[in-house]
């Protein structure tokens, strides 16, 4: 059995959930309450979310699982057929693991009200900034798409899809305005309509704890 490190507002944990969902492979969730402790950093010397653990190895980063488990289990698969739809949804995907997530990490803001001494409102004016930056982008892709497909990359779910639906509900989360981003949010409609998308939702997790708790959450 593959065991999956995360917590429930761990993005890109609900990368690794939607895809193991979308394969209807079975997984034990070990929720992790602080990735910081030395416990978990015996287990995942990056000390990071998520980890999976598979014959007694643990592994990090999201992105090298998802590949894992499509190499692993390829049926059904989360790239379009086509090499060239294929590449534009590893395109966007990418651009949200490498170009929106690490700029607003838990890791970058805590050092930023830590260590410089940021308020929280200018923390989350850095947040709201490159959040919003980075989806206007992927609007500005979708819209260059003709015609409109009911996810990012045509009539079935990609990486792309388990990509963007985190990010989009990292800045509902927050609050942050996202009304303008109308492609985006039809297809984040879409996703939330499939089974596996909606089992990997922070609110579908065992741990947790309720909206109210969400600024105190470590999260990645």
């Known amino acids: 059995m593959i065991k999956l490190y995360t917590r429930y507002r761990n993005s890109a944990g609900q990368r ?15 929720a992790v309450d602080d990735m ?23 592994i990090g980063q999201s992105t090298a699982i998802v590949e894992w488990i499509e190499e692993a289990y390829p049926t059904p698969s989360i790239f ?17 693991a490498c170009e929106i997530h690490p700029i607003h990490n838990h890791r970058v803001r805590n050092y930023l009200t830590s260590r410089e001494q940021w308020s929280e409102s200018k923390s989350m004016a850095w947040y709201t900034h490159w959040i919003t930056e980075g989806l206007l982008t992927l609007e500005e892709i979708l819209k260059r798409r003709s015609p409109e497909t009911t996810f990012c990359f045509g009539d079935e779910p990609s990486i ?28 984040v409609r879409s996703c939330e309509k499939v089974e596996a998308f909606r089992k990997a939702m922070p609110d579908a997790q065992p741990d947790y704890l309720g909206r109210e708790y969400g600024h105190k959450e470590i999260i990645s």
């Open 16 to 30: 690794v959930r939607t895809t193991l969902n979308l394969k209807d492979i079975p997984y034990d969730y070990i």
């Open 160 to 187: 792309a899809d388990i990509y963007l639906v985190p990010v989009v509900g990292n800045a509902r989360w927050f609050g942050i305005p996202i009304g303008r981003f109308r492609r985006i949010l039809n297809i």
């Open 36 to 58: 910081r402790t030395e416990t978990y950093r015996r287990k995942n010397p990056q000390g990071l979310l998520p980890a999976i653990e598979i014959d007694g190895t643990i």
């Open 80 to 96: 379009p057929a086509d090499p060239m739809e294929r590449l534009a949804a590893r395109s966007f995907s990418q651009f949200i």
